[in-house]
Each structure stands twice: as C-alpha cells, then as structure tokens.
C-alpha cells in the first residue's frame, strides 16, 4: 500500500509551493493525495471479488474533490445524513451507487429516495422506521441488524452492545423475519464499530446476519433478499500476507461462506482505510515561547488544533499522528528542546502534542502533520469561526516529477 513517508512529504509541500497550488497567505494547508486514495481503492477491487459494491464512507473525508475521484473511479458512496446524499449526487454518481444509513431519516426524506433516487440503497435502522416506507418504495430497502457481537473497537465506536442505537437486536428475530414479510425489504445491513484491528468479531457478525438471510428467503422463496452491507470499520494492516489484511478478511469470507457472494449482493463501507494515509496537514509556527525552567517544555503556536482534530483533543482515544517539522530558514538544529504544541482555539485544552523532542524551533517552521486523511477535515469544527486550512488536492508522481 501506498504511504507518504517523511521525506516525500516535506518534497511535496515545496514542490506545491513552487506550483502555486496554495495561496502563499495562507497559515495552514491541507494536502491530499489522489495517487494515495487510488492504490486504496485498487486494493479493494483487487481482493474482493467482481460485483462487490463498495460504498465509500463519505463522513470520514468529505471534500467533494476527493468524493468526485472515488465516483469517477467506479466506486459508490455511504452517506450518514441527507445532506451526505447530496453530496454524493453533486458528483453525478448513479443513485444505484449510493448507500444512504442515517440513524433519524425524516418522512421528507424518504419521500424524497422515493420519488427523486429510485434505485438507492436505503437501510432502515429500526423496526419503527419501516412504517414509514411505501409498499411500492422505489429504493431498495435493507433493515439494519445489530449482531450483538463482541469487538476491539473502542466503546465510543462499538456499535454492537446491547444498548446500541443502531439497528434491530438480533435476538429480535422472530420480529425481524415478520418484518421481512411485511416490509418490502431486499436486504440486511450490519455495521459492529470502528477502529477494529481483529476483524473476528467482523467474520463472526456477518455469519449471524448472514444465517438469518438465508432463514428470511426460505419464507420467501418467490421473492428472496438481494443485498447483505457488511459495513466497514476495520483497519486493515498494509502487509499483503498478514493476519488482518484486506487480503486475509476477504480470504476468510469465501472460506466460511462460500455461497455469500453469489447469492447477495455484497457492499461495503470503508472510509478510515480508504483515506487514512492520503493526506497530510501543514501549519506555519507562529510563536514560540521559551519554557519557565530548563526541565519544561517550550510552547510552539500553530494554526490547527481540536478545530482539525477534534477526536485527538476531544475524546479520549489514543490518537497519535506522526509529526515532523521543517525550518526553511535556517538548518536544523543539532540540539533538541521539549515543545509542547499548542493550537489556536480559546480554550485551555487546544494543545495536540505535550513535550515533543524536535530540533530548536523558531517562528516561521514548518510543522506537519501526516496520516490525516481520515475524519478530521470532514468533522471540521466551527469554534472562533476560524477558516478551515486550504485543501491542496495533487497526484503524488505528477507533483514530484514537475521538480525534475
């Protein structure tokens, strides 16, 4: 897989520089790599099997440049909210290709799936919403199964407990097949959480949901279910051969269910994998202030902080993007100082990195950010009204081959 590493980064930022592809005004900049989020993309049409439809997560990186490269690439888009269907459509995909799953759809915008967007998959996330659909609803409909399994993903993102507010328990079954015969439903869809590295619990999910498909269609031999969405959520390792590759996963799936991917359509949902490790965030320093004692840290001003990066500030995971820092104006230093990195918001927690070890720094160097490519542009927060970096949008090898 494709990864930005250290050097090429900092190569990257000057040769947009000498591009002109950002205003030089501007304090903080935002580059994202098409060739990056292509290889991402390969690889899933590589290792999952023809057909599968992979349905982007659109709330993990929003920008409608890089929503228009995976569209124009042949692959869907999941959106969490009305105004994600939007725009998915800005971008002319067909709305075959798009997933639509929010938690609290409006009876105005399941009229507007009906009567604008037939042909979209729309998974229903209770028993309560399916009363909302028309018997001759235009879409295809997909009821959201909670397969109350058990996973490594952190409790803020574990979508499977008991007390989940997404979909229908699946220990409801008897209710769930009712459903099924009374709701013009042609799929199950299930999502456990994010952030999960062990993708067992994943495997383990599928099949229950996948079990209780195949009970649905034997009530309805005539008119069986057409889809399963496995969701996405998983941080797949980037090594081809190891245990939780995309490779692997999928090598698990068609070894435990053979029959899945000829008797449903499949769909997935990633987004961290998909855009992770396509972009990298750049602030100027605008000031740095000495420590009080020789055993604290220095304090280094930028212009991001918990406005870009709200999970690493706000919440309690364990978010630690690599960093590095360049100094345009002079060579860096031999020796080293502790910084603390403090951002820009009016608040007393704003800060993303407490006692870095980084050559003596001064105001004017370059501090960057790599591996943000997922949820932190796309969850951009309104505190001081600030205005949010200036996104850079380039191809790797063409930037890097125009310095030659």
Not at 101 to 127: M, W
Not at 188 to 201: A, E, P
Not at 343 to 366: E, H, W
């Amino acid at each position: 897989m494709k990864v930005l590493q250290k050097a090429a980064i900092h190569q990257l930022y000057w040769a947009a520089h000498k591009a002109n592809l950002f205003p030089k005004s501007s304090n903080a900049q935002y580059f994202y790599d098409f060739d990056c989020l292509l290889d991402r993309l390969g690889i899933l049409k590589q290792y999952f099997p023809k057909g599968v439809l992979h349905a982007v997560a659109i709330k993990t990186q929003s920008n409608s440049a890089v929503l228009q490269k995976i569209v124009d690439n042949g692959m869907g888009l999941e959106a969490a909210s009305i105004e994600e269907v939007h725009l998915a459509l800005a971008t002319g995909i067909e709305a075959s290709k798009i997933v639509f799953d929010s938690p609290v759809k409006t009876r105005e915008e399941i009229d507007f799936c009906h009567q604008q967007l037939p042909g979209i998959y729309v998974n229903a996330n209770s028993l309560e919403e399916l009363k909302r659909y028309p018997p001759d609803f235009s879409g295809r409909l997909g009821l959201r199964i909670n397969p109350l399994v058990r996973s490594d993903a952190p409790s803020i993102f574990d979508v499977a407990q008991k007390r989940s507010k997404f979909g229908v328990p699946i220990d409801q079954e008897a209710a769930i097949i009712q459903a099924s015969i009374d709701y013009p439903i042609k799929g199950l869809h299930l999502h456990i959480g994010s952030g999960i590295r062990n993708f067992s619990g994943n495997i383990e999910a599928i099949g229950r949901v996948l079990k209780l498909a195949y009970k649905i269609n034997q009530l309805r031999p005539d008119n069986p279910l057409e889809f399963l969405d496995i969701g996405g959520g998983i941080d797949f390792e980037a090594a081809t051969g190891s245990t939780f590759s995309v490779a692997s996963f999928v090598d698990v799936l068609i070894k435990q269910y053979p029959t899945m991917f000829e008797d449903f359509q499949l769909i997935t949902e990633f987004g961290k994998f998909v855009h992770k490790h396509n972009a990298f965030a750049v602030s100027t320093i605008e000031y740095v202030t000495p420590p009080q004692q020789a055993s604290e840290a220095g304090t280094a001003f930028i212009h991001i902080g918990a406005d870009l990066f709200l999970r690493k500030v706000y919440s309690k995971l364990s978010i630690n993007y690599p960093c590095s820092v360049h100094c345009p104006q002079k060579k860096p230093s031999s020796s080293t100082l502790k910084y603390n990195i403090a951002g820009p918001l009016c608040f007393a927690g704003d800060f993303l990195y407490y006692d870095l070890v980084l050559p003596k720094l001064q105001s004017g160097d370059l501090f960057f950010m790599h591996q943000v490519g997922a949820n932190t542009l796309s969850l951009w927060s309104n505190h001081c009204s600030r205005t949010a970096p200036y996104f850079v949008g380039f191809y790797a090898s063409r930037l890097i081959s125009s310095l030659t």
